[in-house]
């Protein structure tokens, strides 16, 4: 038998501050009926769709120390990954890494943290990712050119 993930816990050192932060960037909202308020340690946000695992913010005394050992990687829903970086960091997130680009044109990431230093990566878009594999495709399914034989 296997286990499956009930939801993600996020440490933090203002619950609420960081929920209000988050909900935005995954399109989640409050649980239905159980509304996050100013002064709650524990807030949840939730994909009302709920296709995505729910996220839970819980106050703790100590600060972040070190780097995450796990992260999330973003996919956005509808925009490209650059459009979506950009989106991220006018509502504050920080920059910590630039992988755009590392394994060619196109290709690649960002490392970004939001207010609390929680780091987490934005990916390219479910599209922005099929066309590059069509695009490999294509280029693998074209002959390989010949040289015209000498006369």
Same mark, same amino acid.
Not at 65 to 71: D, F, G, I, P, W
Not at 86 to 104: P, Q, S
Not at 128 to 150: L, N, R, V
């Given at each position: 038998? +296997?286990? /499956? &993930?009930? @939801?993600?816990?996020?440490?933090?050192?203002?619950?609420?501050?960081?929920?209000?932060?988050?909900?935005?960037?995954?399109?989640?909202?409050?649980?239905?009926?159980?509304?996050?308020?100013?002064? @709650?340690?524990?807030?949840? &946000?939730?994909?009302?769709?709920?296709?995505?695992?729910?996220?839970? /913010? &819980?106050?703790?005394?100590?600060?972040?120390?070190?780097?995450?050992?796990? @992260?999330?990687?973003?996919?956005? $829903?509808?925009?490209? $990954?650059?459009?979506?970086?950009? $989106?991220?960091?006018?509502?504050?997130?920080?920059?910590?890494?630039? @992988?755009?680009?590392?394994?060619?044109?196109?290709?690649?990431?960002?490392?970004?943290?939001?207010?609390?230093?929680?780091? /987490?990566?934005?990916?390219?878009?479910?599209?922005?990712?099929?066309?590059?594999?069509?695009?490999?495709?294509?280029?693998?399914?074209?002959?390989?050119?010949?040289?015209?034989?000498? +006369?």
């Amino acid at each position: 038998m +296997a286990s /499956f &993930i009930s @939801h993600l816990t996020v440490d933090c050192s203002d619950a609420y501050s960081l929920s209000q932060w988050w909900k935005p960037v995954l399109g989640y909202q409050d649980v239905p009926g159980d509304p996050n308020l100013p002064g @709650h340690d524990e807030c949840m &946000i939730v994909d009302p769709a709920g296709k995505g695992v729910p996220v839970l /913010f &819980i106050e703790v005394p100590e600060g972040k120390s070190a780097k995450n050992r796990l @992260h999330l990687d973003l996919r956005p $829903r509808a925009d490209l $990954r650059d459009t979506e970086i950009e $989106r991220l960091i006018a509502h504050g997130a920080t920059v910590l890494g630039d @992988h755009r680009g590392k394994y060619g044109p196109g290709t690649g990431w960002v490392t970004l943290a939001d207010p609390e230093g929680n780091e /987490f990566c934005v990916l390219r878009s479910e599209a922005e990712a099929e066309a590059e594999t069509e695009t490999e495709a294509e280029t693998a399914a074209q002959p390989a050119p010949t040289e015209a034989a000498d +006369a």
